[in-house]
Structures are given as C-alpha cells and as structure tokens.
C-alpha cells in the first residue's frame, strides 16, 4: 500500500490530488501538509513516503530553496513538484535540484496518474511540452541544431535514435518497450548505450541535451 504525502497550501487543490490518488492507487494513504516546516516535520516522522506530491509556492518553500531543503533532510523519498509554474527553466532547475518529476497543476487526471506511476517505477517524469517549447526544430543540415554534436548522434543507432526521441516524450522503458515492440531488458541496454554514447551521466541529462532534436530528419537519414 503507497504512502503518499500531499504538501499544498490551498485545500481544495488537496483535496483534488487526493481523489486522483485514490482513485488510482487503491488503499493507498493520503496526509497532507500545507507549508514547509509541516512538510518537513511530518517527513522525518514518516520515512516510509512513497512519494512526496510538493507545491512551489506554499509558505516557507522560497521557491526551489524548500525543495533543496527537502531534499537534504529525506534524500531517500521521491518528490515530485505539483505547480501552476510553467516555465521551462524552472521545471530543469527542478530536476537539477532533485526533483523525480515536474507535473502542472492544468494536467488532466490521466497525465497526473501516468507521471505518478512513472516515478513510482523508479523513472522520472517531464512535461514534454514545456521540455520541447520554446524553440523551433530546425530541418536536418549536417550542423549541430543543439548542444549535441553531429558525431554524437551519427553514433547512435536507428533503434536508439528511436528510443532516445520516446525518452523525451517523457516515456518510462515500460511504455518504450511497448510502443517500439521489443523487449523492456533491450530498451535498458539501449539506454545504457544512449548514455555512454553522448557522454552523459544519466536520463535526465540525455532527454534534456537531445529536447530541440528533429528526430524526424535524423531518422530519414
């Protein structure tokens, strides 16, 4: 049974989260904090969270300074920022500061549902649309269109390429696995190549470096 902790200042946003948990994840338990010293008072006194559900902008929180200050008293319990903010920067800063998840408030049920099961399976979830915003995908030249190299990308391969550009969409190996028909142990070894082939350290970094990429004029290669 998932522990889930709901720290938000307004009471019917809480409410509203704590019925798409429920109704989501059966027996599960719901409490509720709606300010950081609560929060994390209540976190010490319960090191079984599963998930920590974490508004922006409630009181003490100083914006990303409560989710640093969260994350160093319970390094071990998942957090997943819940807020209205919809700026591209503050969703990587997020995610930089250790956030497992970034999930918009204006998200319908179903995304929520899927970004939480996500985290839960170990993955971090991003809003593809705000990763991908913000700038156009330039047609394939032979030129670098991001922080990545040509070389780089020439390196991997077409099933790579493939599940690098389903990465950025945010999906889980599961969901990759599935959509690409082929094993979830294969989708693992090609991101461990994806990784070591753009020189990064992990998912997060990979989904971010390849955002602008227009996997489409890579794959008509």
């Known amino acids: 049974m998932y522990r889930f902790l709901i720290a938000d200042d307004h009471p019917l946003f809480r409410e509203a989260m704590a019925r798409v948990l429920l109704d989501a994840f059966a027996g599960c338990e719901v409490l509720e904090t709606a300010d950081l010293d609560s929060t994390l008072a209540l976190t010490c006194a319960h090191e079984d969270l599963d998930l920590i559900l974490l508004d922006l902008n409630m009181p003490g929180m100083h914006g990303l300074g409560g989710l640093i200050n969260l994350r160093n008293e319970a390094p071990t319990i998942p957090v997943v920022i819940v807020s209205a903010e919809q700026d591209k920067q503050v969703v990587l800063q997020a995610i930089t500061y250790g956030a497992a998840g970034f999930i918009t408030k204006s998200s319908p049920r179903a995304q929520m549902t899927t970004a939480i099961t996500q985290v839960l399976d170990g993955d971090v979830y991003l809003p593809a649309d705000i990763i991908r915003s913000g700038v156009g995908r330039p047609a394939y030249t032979g030129t670098a269109t991001t922080g990545l190299s040509v070389a780089l990308l020439e390196a991997l391969t077409r099933k790579q390429l493939q599940v690098l550009e389903r990465m950025t969409k945010g999906e889980s190996n599961k969901q990759i696995a599935w959509h ?24 997060v970094q990979a989904i971010l470096s390849a955002g602008e990429i227009d996997f489409g004029a890579y794959l008509r290669r």
């Open 180 to 203: 690409l028909e082929i094993a979830e142990t294969t989708v693992k070894a090609h991101v461990s190549a994806i990784l070591r082939k753009l020189n990064v350290h992990n998912r």
